[in-house]
Each structure stands twice: as C-alpha cells, then as structure tokens.
C-alpha cells in the first residue's frame, strides 16, 4: 500500500509569487457569491501599489497549502508590526504582554488589509484542508516566534472551525442593512415605524432640496477627475482619523484600472465641483462601503452617500446587503441592523494564550449582549 502524500504549507512574499489563477480559483470559486477583498487582482494593488508592504508594518506572508505538489489551500497572511488598518482593536492584549515583559510585534494576521468586511480567509473547498491550513498556520506562528497567530473578520463557519481546533474565537460588532424583500426604498420605508419613516424621509429631503447633484459612477465611467476628487475627500478623512491615509494614490489607479466594474463612486457635485463622495465595493451579493469624504459640512450628506444611496443601489440591483463599514451606532436608527463579526486567536506562550482566551469569552457575552439590546432597537415596526 503507497501512503497518502504528505501536506506541505509554505509562506509567499508576494501574492503574485502565487498566481492569479491559482489564487482565484481558491478565493471565488464557480458557485459561491463573489467577494471582492479576497480576488488576487485586490490583493496584489494592495502590494503592488505599496499600501500593503514591509515599510507600512504589513509584510506579505502568504500561505499554500499543497499535497503531491497540487495547490490545495491558500491564506491571505501578513506579518504586522503595529495593529494599525485592521479595525479589530488587540491594543489590550499588546498593552497586556508589555507589562507581562513579552513582545507582542511582530504578529501574524489572516486579513484584508485596511478591510473590515466579513469573508472567507481559509482559502480550501474542503473542511478537512481547512483545518490543515489552520493548524499550520499556528505552527507557522511558533516557527516565527512571533506573539501569535491571528485572523480578522472570518465566516462564522471558520470561526468554529478555528475554536475547535484551539484558537480564541472573538466577537465584534458592526451594522449591516440586509434587504427584506422590500423591493424598492418605499418598499423599505414601509417597513419602518412613523417616526422613524418620518425622520428618514426628512433627511433625505433636506439634501434633495439643496443645490447638489447625487451620481453613481462604477465601470468604464470612472474617470480621472473622478478618482482626483476622491483622493482629495480620502486623504481629508484619513488625516483626521488615522494621523495619515492608509492607501496610496497609485491604489485607486489600479483598483480603477483592475476592478473597475467592483468599483461604485457615489458622488455629490454642485456644478462640476465634486464636494463629497463615498466609494463602495461590489460583490456577489453584498455592497461594501469603504471610505468617505468632503471638502465642507453638509447637513445629512454623509448619511445621504454611505447609507441611504447605498440602500437604493443595493435593491436596484438585486444586492442582498450592504456592509458600511466599521462602527456606527448611529447607522441603526437607519434601518442597519447589529451583527457580530468574528476574529480568531493563537496565543505562542500557552500562559498569554489562556489569559487572552478567558478574557474573549467574557467579552464575547458582553457584545452578544449589546448587539441583543440594540437589536430591540432599530426602527422596523414590531410585529405582533
């Protein structure tokens, strides 16, 4: 009898070391809904366009899983020296191992980069090479000596497939609209109570009123002058959040040059000067709003571009969700309802692996029990 070919898992320094169609073939398989953080073509701008490097504290470590020489898995991996553009905040478990006399950075991360957006990460079509790829991962992390292995913003099947296999299963909370079967915005405005059908309506009004125009530019549409002022609204938003704007330039080039047609710019003009803009991604079935900005205040805007024009896309097109990014208490009084998203944790140092563990599954009671509360919340009508 000739044993079964052993499993190898090794580490890439670029994704491009790995391939396009290799990678895609893994990512977004023929049947499953399109995700488009996890295409090659988004990956490699983010390398490519020097976002995702080295330098910036992301160091591509991509992972393969290969059995008899066939490709079987693939991980999105970076080495990080910081936890900054990842949106699931650990500065608790540095601060912790600090005081404890470890070494937190470097760490490994299973993400997109500067993406909070819920995906697949372990890149297999079977469970059980699932599970190799989360076990080598780990292992991969001891090799390193680095603090632990980590994945960001996981499919709840990966979430329990890495706790059962020993990994510190995380909950976060963000808000997503899911359609209903509302068919159109009156058919979603039915949905809600009075007052809260009252208030959105008034705020909607309030910019239908003034002087601006609301386009929707996706495709070969996307222009120049279109990527120019969203640079602008990009790097004014990311100063005042981040210290300094994650993506450079030349990565809005190549996601308009590469991604075009998963590309939506939702712009406000007034003449044809863009005051303030809202890019978004477009999957399978689901719209990912990203980043927004403007060049002067306008009442009700922001939620205008990221919220209600993205709800009026989305059922236009027969999309099923709309994912707004992270945080955001305010987007449920705006029909975006409270969902958890997942990370995972492997801890290097069995001590700093038990105390991390004990302290997610304290915290995890706590964000199920606010994402419950807020969940009584949201402005649909209660039904009998």
């Not at 991604?259 to 079935?285: C, P, Q, S, T």
Request: charged share 25%; with cysteine.
């Amino acid at each position: 009898m000739t044993d079964a070919p052993a499993a190898t898992i090794e580490t890439h320094a670029s994704i491009a070391e790995i391939g396009r169609k290799d990678w895609d073939q893994l990512a977004n398989p023929e049947g499953e809904p399109y995700n488009p953080f996890i295409a090659f073509d988004f990956l490699d701008v983010m390398e490519r366009s020097g976002s995702a490097r080295a330098e910036t504290g992301w160091q591509p470590a991509h992972l393969t899983l290969k059995t008899g020489g066939e490709l079987r898995g693939v991980m999105p991996a970076y080495l990080k020296g910081h936890s900054q553009g990842e949106y699931l905040f650990d500065h608790a478990f540095a601060d912790a191992w600090a005081r404890a006399g470890g070494r937190y950075y470097p760490k490994l991360l299973s993400a997109v980069p500067f993406t909070p957006a819920t995906g697949r990460r372990v890149l297999a079509p079977s469970t059980e090479d699932r599970r190799l790829l989360l076990a080598g991962y780990a292992q991969l992390a001891e090799r390193m000596g680095v603090s632990g292995a980590n994945i960001n913003f996981l499919s709840e099947e990966e979430g329990a497939l890495a706790e059962s296999l020993g990994y510190a299963l995380r909950f976060g909370e963000q808000f997503h609209f899911e359609d209903e079967g509302f068919g159109d915005w009156e058919g979603f405005l039915a949905a809600l109570s009075s007052r809260k059908r009252k208030d959105l309506r008034k705020e909607r009004a309030s910019v239908a009123e003034s002087d601006l125009t609301i386009e929707w530019i996706t495709g070969s549409d996307i222009e120049e002058r279109h990527l120019d002022a969203f640079w602008w609204f990009y790097q004014d938003t990311g100063a005042r959040k981040w210290g300094s704007p994650y993506l450079t330039r030349s990565a809005f080039e190549m996601l308009a040059e590469r991604l075009a047609d998963r590309l939506l710019f939702i712009l406000a003009r007034r003449g044809e000067e863009y005051v303030a803009g809202a890019m978004n991604m477009i999957g399978g079935d689901t719209l990912y709003g990203r980043y927004w900005g403007c060049t002067e205040h306008i009442p009700f805007l922001h939620f205008e571009l990221c919220y209600y024009q993205a709800i009026d896309y989305a059922l236009a097109h027969g999309l099923t969700r709309v994912e707004a990014g992270a945080q955001g208490e305010h987007k449920v009084a705006r029909g975006y309802k409270p969902v958890a998203v997942r990370s995972v944790h492997k801890m290097t140092d069995p001590r700093f692996h038990e105390a991390v563990a004990d302290y997610v599954e304290r915290e995890r009671e706590a964000v199920g029990q606010e994402i419950a509360f807020m969940a009584e919340h949201t402005p649909f009508r209660k039904t009998p």
